[in-house]
């Protein structure tokens, strides 16, 4: 094991058993190499896979947020790694769709299971109202139907699902807007797409989790179809 790879390890050890939390300021790199009895060259490199990771953030200067914090959602760090093993195609776009599909339609089930009258819905209400605006281009309704859909998905109270999800969402972006935009009856469809997520949104606000799951599975699916991208994924 390299020395910067049981700085890691000692780092790890120390999360787990909570002598650091979250939002809390990592001691400074001197500190960390007396008490871990490595370089300091080996905790810096450490660090920063850390904050590749998605576990701190540094910031340079000497006040008070200066050197490396434990971010409050490490999970975050999880969507930039899907997105870099679609890229290098590691994973099969087929796979990511598959697992998005899974994952979301339980997400939404979870959402409406634990749906109450202080449920915050504004933000869900504000992108369902733009993206039935006039003159949208394509890719500016996919990126509201992306953002639509992992606000639901953050309902459903999982910071890992939440995480993989905004991966993989990202991660395929690109494929669903070239879908989009083959599609010749664009109105047609973006009406269609419309009325399916104020469905899902309904089942979620009665508390319909069966309904809503289902709601959801036809969505994701039926929009793969329409577009022509669920032959292309097989």
């Not at 599909?101 to 979870?110: D, H, I, P, R």
């Not at 959801?216 to 991208?229: C, K, M, R, S, V």
Request: glycine share 10%.
């Amino acid at each position: 094991m390299r020395t910067h790879e049981r700085v890691l390890a000692q780092i790890e050890d120390k999360l787990r058993t909570g002598e650091w939390s979250l939002g809390e300021r990592l001691p400074g790199e001197r500190a960390l190499a007396e008490q871990m009895g490595v370089s300091r060259p080996s905790v810096r490199e450490a660090v920063r896979v850390l904050e590749a990771m998605g576990i701190v953030r540094t910031a340079v200067g000497s006040g008070p947020d200066a050197g490396a914090t434990v971010v409050d959602r490490p999970a975050a760090g999880l969507g930039a790694a899907v997105r870099l093993h679609v890229a290098s195609g590691t994973l099969p776009v087929s796979d990511v769709v598959a697992t998005r599909a899974a994952l979301e339609t339980w997400a939404v089930g979870q959402a409406a299971a634990r749906f109450d009258v202080e449920t915050d819905l504004t933000e869900a209400q504000r992108l369902l109202d733009e993206m039935t605006a006039p003159g949208l281009t394509a890719a500016e309704f996919v990126a509201l139907d992306q953002q639509f859909h992992l606000t639901l998905v953050q309902l459903a109270g999982n910071q890992l699902v939440e995480a993989i999800l905004g991966g993989l969402r990202t991660a395929i972006g690109h494929y669903v807007t070239a879908g989009v935009e083959r599609i010749e009856s664009w109105d047609a469809l973006c009406a269609t797409l419309c009325r399916e997520h104020q469905g899902i949104l309904a089942a979620v606000v009665e508390g319909d989790a069966v309904g809503a799951e289902r709601l959801a599975h036809d969505h994701i699916w039926g929009f793969y179809e329409q577009t022509g991208l669920a032959s292309e994924f097989s």
